[in-house]
């Protein structure tokens, strides 16, 4: 489903059984890991040894972690695949009246934010640096 609103394609992940990555085949060269829940990844034992994939017995459904992702898809395309898979979509404002994001719920345990053409330049005027800056400055004084 990733694959699908990137307008990309997935394959699977070398290395780690039931895993994929989904590519959007863009020029940023985005692409996002997906393994089976219950696997987490440790970070490695030396202090130069890379991360590596395990499975974690004691994690969770859902994890405090999440992305945002400019998709080419519009919220409609979006919510097709969401019922599709029966999976929660909801368009949501964050704080107050900064910017509107859709929470899309992998699985209905992991959640990803998606920013369609039609909520990209909201978001993008929000996180632009000076933007950014205000907004930290409020924040602290608040």
Avoid: K
């Amino acid at each position: 489903m990733l694959a699908e609103v990137l307008q990309g394609t997935s394959i699977p992940f070398p290395g780690y059984p039931g895993s994929y990555v989904a590519l959007a085949l863009d020029s940023q060269g985005t692409m996002i890991e997906v393994h089976p829940f219950g696997t987490a990844l440790f970070p490695g034992d030396a202090a130069n040894e890379a991360s590596h994939l395990r499975s974690n017995p004691a994690s969770s459904r859902y994890s405090a972690n999440h992305t945002a992702i400019s998709v080419p898809v519009s919220a409609a395309e979006i919510q097709a695949i969401a019922d599709r898979e029966g999976w929660r979509m909801v368009l949501c404002r964050r704080g107050d009246d900064y910017f509107d994001v859709i929470e899309f719920w992998l699985e209905n345990q992991l959640l990803i934010e998606l920013l369609p053409p039609e909520l990209v330049t909201q978001y993008l005027t929000f996180m632009e640096p000076r933007s950014l800056q205000a907004f930290a400055a409020q924040s602290t004084t608040a």
